[in-house]
């Protein structure tokens, strides 16, 4: 009996863990399920309609990106959701709530605090930063990127630990799932190499040079992966429009993302004392703080390099996969805090502690749904565009020309024909614009 309760302690504290973090997920969250579908969210879909598995692995031709996990998802997810918007929107609010789930479990595995755990993946979901990710339906892409990254560096730790094969095979497919969602997956062999010469193992006295040793044939492995995927990538991704117009390239202006993305991270203020405020946080966390801090300060600026190098600043959603880092800093800062403040005379230093913990939760939550409602009437003018053509056409016969007046403001030209045939349900309808 007392075994029986032992067992079920642990699942009941767990399931509250997990209701906790998907409440807080719904609470900011939950409205984008009536935003609509916006911008290249037609592109995927109407393309998912015609899905050709053999496309999979066809390179000439490309000129954007390869990313065939992606490639995959729409087309899974159309027969899910058909043409319901909302449906889409709780598929990304869902894949927002496993890798919250996935941040808190590897924080807890890191750590052997599972309270700690619960704080990590309570800051990834309320995390101000990334919202465009589980807002926007296309960007997808950083849910899995994401989802795939933070599960290999936990199944890698396993594998360190207890010395399993399988948990490296699992961490190898995960890894190259990881790459195959987005480009920023190149990111993930640097965090694992981090991961192992920083973080002591349950190997007790093993160097350094012991770890990397004992575990040289998984790094092989998954440096032969990484080198196949990068050149596939290098040679689509310098067709892409961005690297030939100029858009994305190499200056002082990364320093100067960097910088502003820290910033968001953390809530900061946007002036000098804020700046400075966020610089020293983040030079402390690389420096003097302890390992498992240094590890997520790196994991976070790291993952930030790939998109840094855009000119015209970093949209949000490539601030996701950085921010699974910076909620395991944060926790860790604040577990780092609690023992500072156990070992004073302070009366009431929990106390303290608690409030100034659930104060910054608050404050994290509340920016991440104003940032939420900012995109509340994306799909507004791809609305009211399409009651316009629908009144001209109210019923186009198959493989029709489509004579289309100029879209509002706020509907990209690239995106009307695919924005067409996805409301109409035809990919085989022709699109010109006036």
Known sequence: ?????????????????????????LVVYAGTTGYGLFSDDFTWLAGARSFDAASLIQIDGRAHFYRPVIELYFPAALLVCGPAASCYHWLSVSLHFLTSLAVGVLAASLSRSNLLGVFAGLLFATQPAGVEAVVWVSAVSELLVTLFFVLTVWLFWRGLNGGRRRHFFAAGCTFTACLFSHESGVMLLPILVLLTITLPTSAHGESVLGRLRAHLVVFVCLALILAAYSAIAYVINVRNYVVVEGQYGIGLHIADNVRHALGTFVVARRDALGSVTVVLFFLWACTFAGPRARFYALWTIAAMLPF???????????????????????????????????????????????????????????????????????????????????????????????????????????????????????????????
């Open 1 to 25: 009996m007392t075994e029986a309760r032992f067992v079920r302690r642990p699942i009941a504290q767990h399931a509250l863990a997990a209701l906790t973090i998907g409440g807080a997920i």
């Open 308 to 434: 840094a190098g855009f000119r015209g600043g970093l949209s949000s959603r490539y601030l996701y996969l950085a921010g699974a880092g910076c909620a395991g800093l944060i926790a860790e800062s604040l577990w780092w805090a609690r023992d500072r403040l156990a070992a004073t005379t302070l009366p009431a230093a929990a106390a303290v502690w608690g409030i100034l913990s659930i104060a910054l939760l608050v404050r994290f939550g509340a920016f991440a749904s104003k940032n939420v409602h900012a995109w509340d009437s994306a799909s507004a003018p791809y609305r009211a565009y399409y009651a316009q053509i629908r009144d001209a056409y109210p019923s186009p016969e198959t493989g029709a020309l489509l004579e289309l007046p100029a879209p509002p403001h706020g509907v990209a030209s690239l995106n009307i024909p695919a924005f067409v045939r996805w409301e109409y349900g035809d990919n085989t309808l022709q699109v010109t614009v006036k």
